[in-house]
Nanobody, 127 residues
Framework: VQLQAYGGGLVQPGGSLRLACAPS????????MGWFRQAPGKEREFVARINWSGGRTYYADSVKGRFTLSRDIAKNTMYLQMNSLKPEDTAVYYC?????????????????????WGQGTLVTVSS
């Protein structure tokens, strides 16, 4: 199983980036996919999650209204559109998959609920 994450880079404050994650190696049709991020010296934190079947999304308060998570079932790819980026969004972003049985609501915000992880892609927001 592999989760290939890409799309990171350097962007100025207020700018936009789109991250993508393409899982392979097994069917994720009944899974949930998500993004976490980890800034230097900080713990990995939840960013967003989407249920592959149905498309329900969850967001951290820090990104709500600025980030949009979506998936393209035909392309088997998840996208994180990040707008109005701030310097505090600078981090390595990791995509992750939660396979059945899916995490309950109180657990989905934590890295321990996810079974597979991608390699991470660096997002730097700086002028």
């Amino acid at each position: 199983v592999q989760l290939q994450a890409y799309g990171g880079g350097l962007v100025q404050p207020g700018g936009s980036l789109r991250l993508a994650c393409a899982p392979s190696g097994r069917s994720f049709a009944q899974s949930a996919m998500g993004w976490f991020r980890q800034a230097p010296g900080k713990e990995r934190e939840f960013v967003a999650r989407i249920n592959w079947s149905g498309g329900r999304t969850y967001y951290a308060d820090s990104v709500k209204g600025r980030f949009t998570l979506s998936r393209d079932i035909a392309k088997n790819t998840m996208y994180l559109q990040m707008n109005s980026l701030k310097p505090e969004d600078t981090a390595v972003y990791y995509c992750a998959a939660d396979t059945p049985p899916l995490a309950i609501f109180s657990s989905l915000w934590y890295a321990t609920a996810y079974d597979y992880w991608g390699q991470g892609t660096l997002v730097t927001v700086s002028s």
